[in-house]
């Protein structure tokens, strides 16, 4: 029950300086930070981690996104983790995400403005949408030397 998922903090989340208070949220809830770094992606591994969305429409607007700058990539790990984090970031579009989510709070895109310019949808964040995608995308960004073991105090309280 316990489950590792990767967050990444999009470009234009770094750009608008939102990290401390994005990764703030996933602290607040008790999720636990094992690996982190900031890459700025190329388009060949832009392909491998959106490999399921290749042949969309909206990849190529999403590749143009995702290498526009640096990300902030980090493993979160906790009970049920890959369902929560999905809860705190909200749902892919942020005008209809509710206020009190990520994208709900600090975005408000819509995919009728983004399709119009033929741009990605800026919603800030990506996180895992199952366990098997969480899965492989853990093993795709961190290997598992920069994972670390510890004890937080919401494991201690948890147990
Ligand atoms: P992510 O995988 O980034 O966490 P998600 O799982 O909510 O987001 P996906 O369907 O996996 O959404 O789409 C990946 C990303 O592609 C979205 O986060 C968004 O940036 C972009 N995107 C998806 N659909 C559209 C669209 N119709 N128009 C523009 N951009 C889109
Ligand atoms: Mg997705």
Redesign the pocket.
């Known amino acids: 029950m316990i489950q590792k998922t990767l967050v ?1 903090l ?1 470009p234009d989340a770094v750009e608008r300086a939102l990290v401390g208070r994005i990764i703030e949220r996933f602290e607040n809830a008790g999720l636990k930070i094992i690996g982190i770094k900031m890459v700025w992606v190329d388009k060949e591994f832009s392909k491998k981690h ?1 490999a ?2 290749v042949s ?4 190529n ?2 590749e143009t ?2 290498v526009s700058g640096p990300v902030i990539a980090f493993v979160l790990e906790g009970i049920e983790a890959v369902e929560l984090v ?1 809860k705190i ?1 909200g ?3 942020p005008k209809s995400a509710a206020p009190g989510t990520i ?1 709900g709070d600090f975005a408000h895109h819509s ?1 009728k403005y ?2 119009s310019k033929g ?5 800030l ?5 199952t366990v098997e995608e969480a899965e492989q995308e853990v093993r795709l960004w961190f290997t598992s030397e920069e994972m670390h073991s510890y004890e937080t105090v919401h494991e201690k309280h948890t147990k």
């Open positions: 990444l999009k959106y399921a969305h969309k429409a909206f990849y607007p999403l996104f995702i999905r970031v749902p892919t579009e994208r995919y983004a399709d741009i990605a949808i800026k919603n964040i990506h996180a895992s949408g």
